[in-house]
């Protein structure tokens, strides 16, 4: 209700933060099983070309994430 809103809007107040540093953090389906993941690359690199791109980095990592080589299959 209007009322309630206008209630809350004495209690919203605005403040600034300077952002010292950003960190990243790569996300690409590290949490899937092998073959989950092969699937994912799979469908990645029949899409766009940024689609193929994330596939092939995936491709990178395959080694690193389950000790296998990434261009035996």
């Known amino acids: 209700p209007p009322a309630d809103v ?5 209690s ?6 300077e952002v010292s540093s950003i960190d990243h953090v790569f996300k ?6 092998e073959k989950s993941y092969d699937h994912i690359i799979d469908k990645l690199g029949s899409q766009d070309h940024e689609a193929k791109a994330i596939a092939e980095e995936m491709k990178l990592r395959t080694k690193q ?3 296998t080589d990434p261009t035996a299959s």
Do not use: C, H, T, Y
């Open 12 to 17: 919203i107040v605005g403040f600034e933060i």
């Open 65 to 67: 994430l389950f000790n």
């Open 28 to 33: 690409l389906s590290q949490n899937r099983d």
């Open 6 to 10: 206008a209630k809350m809007l004495k």
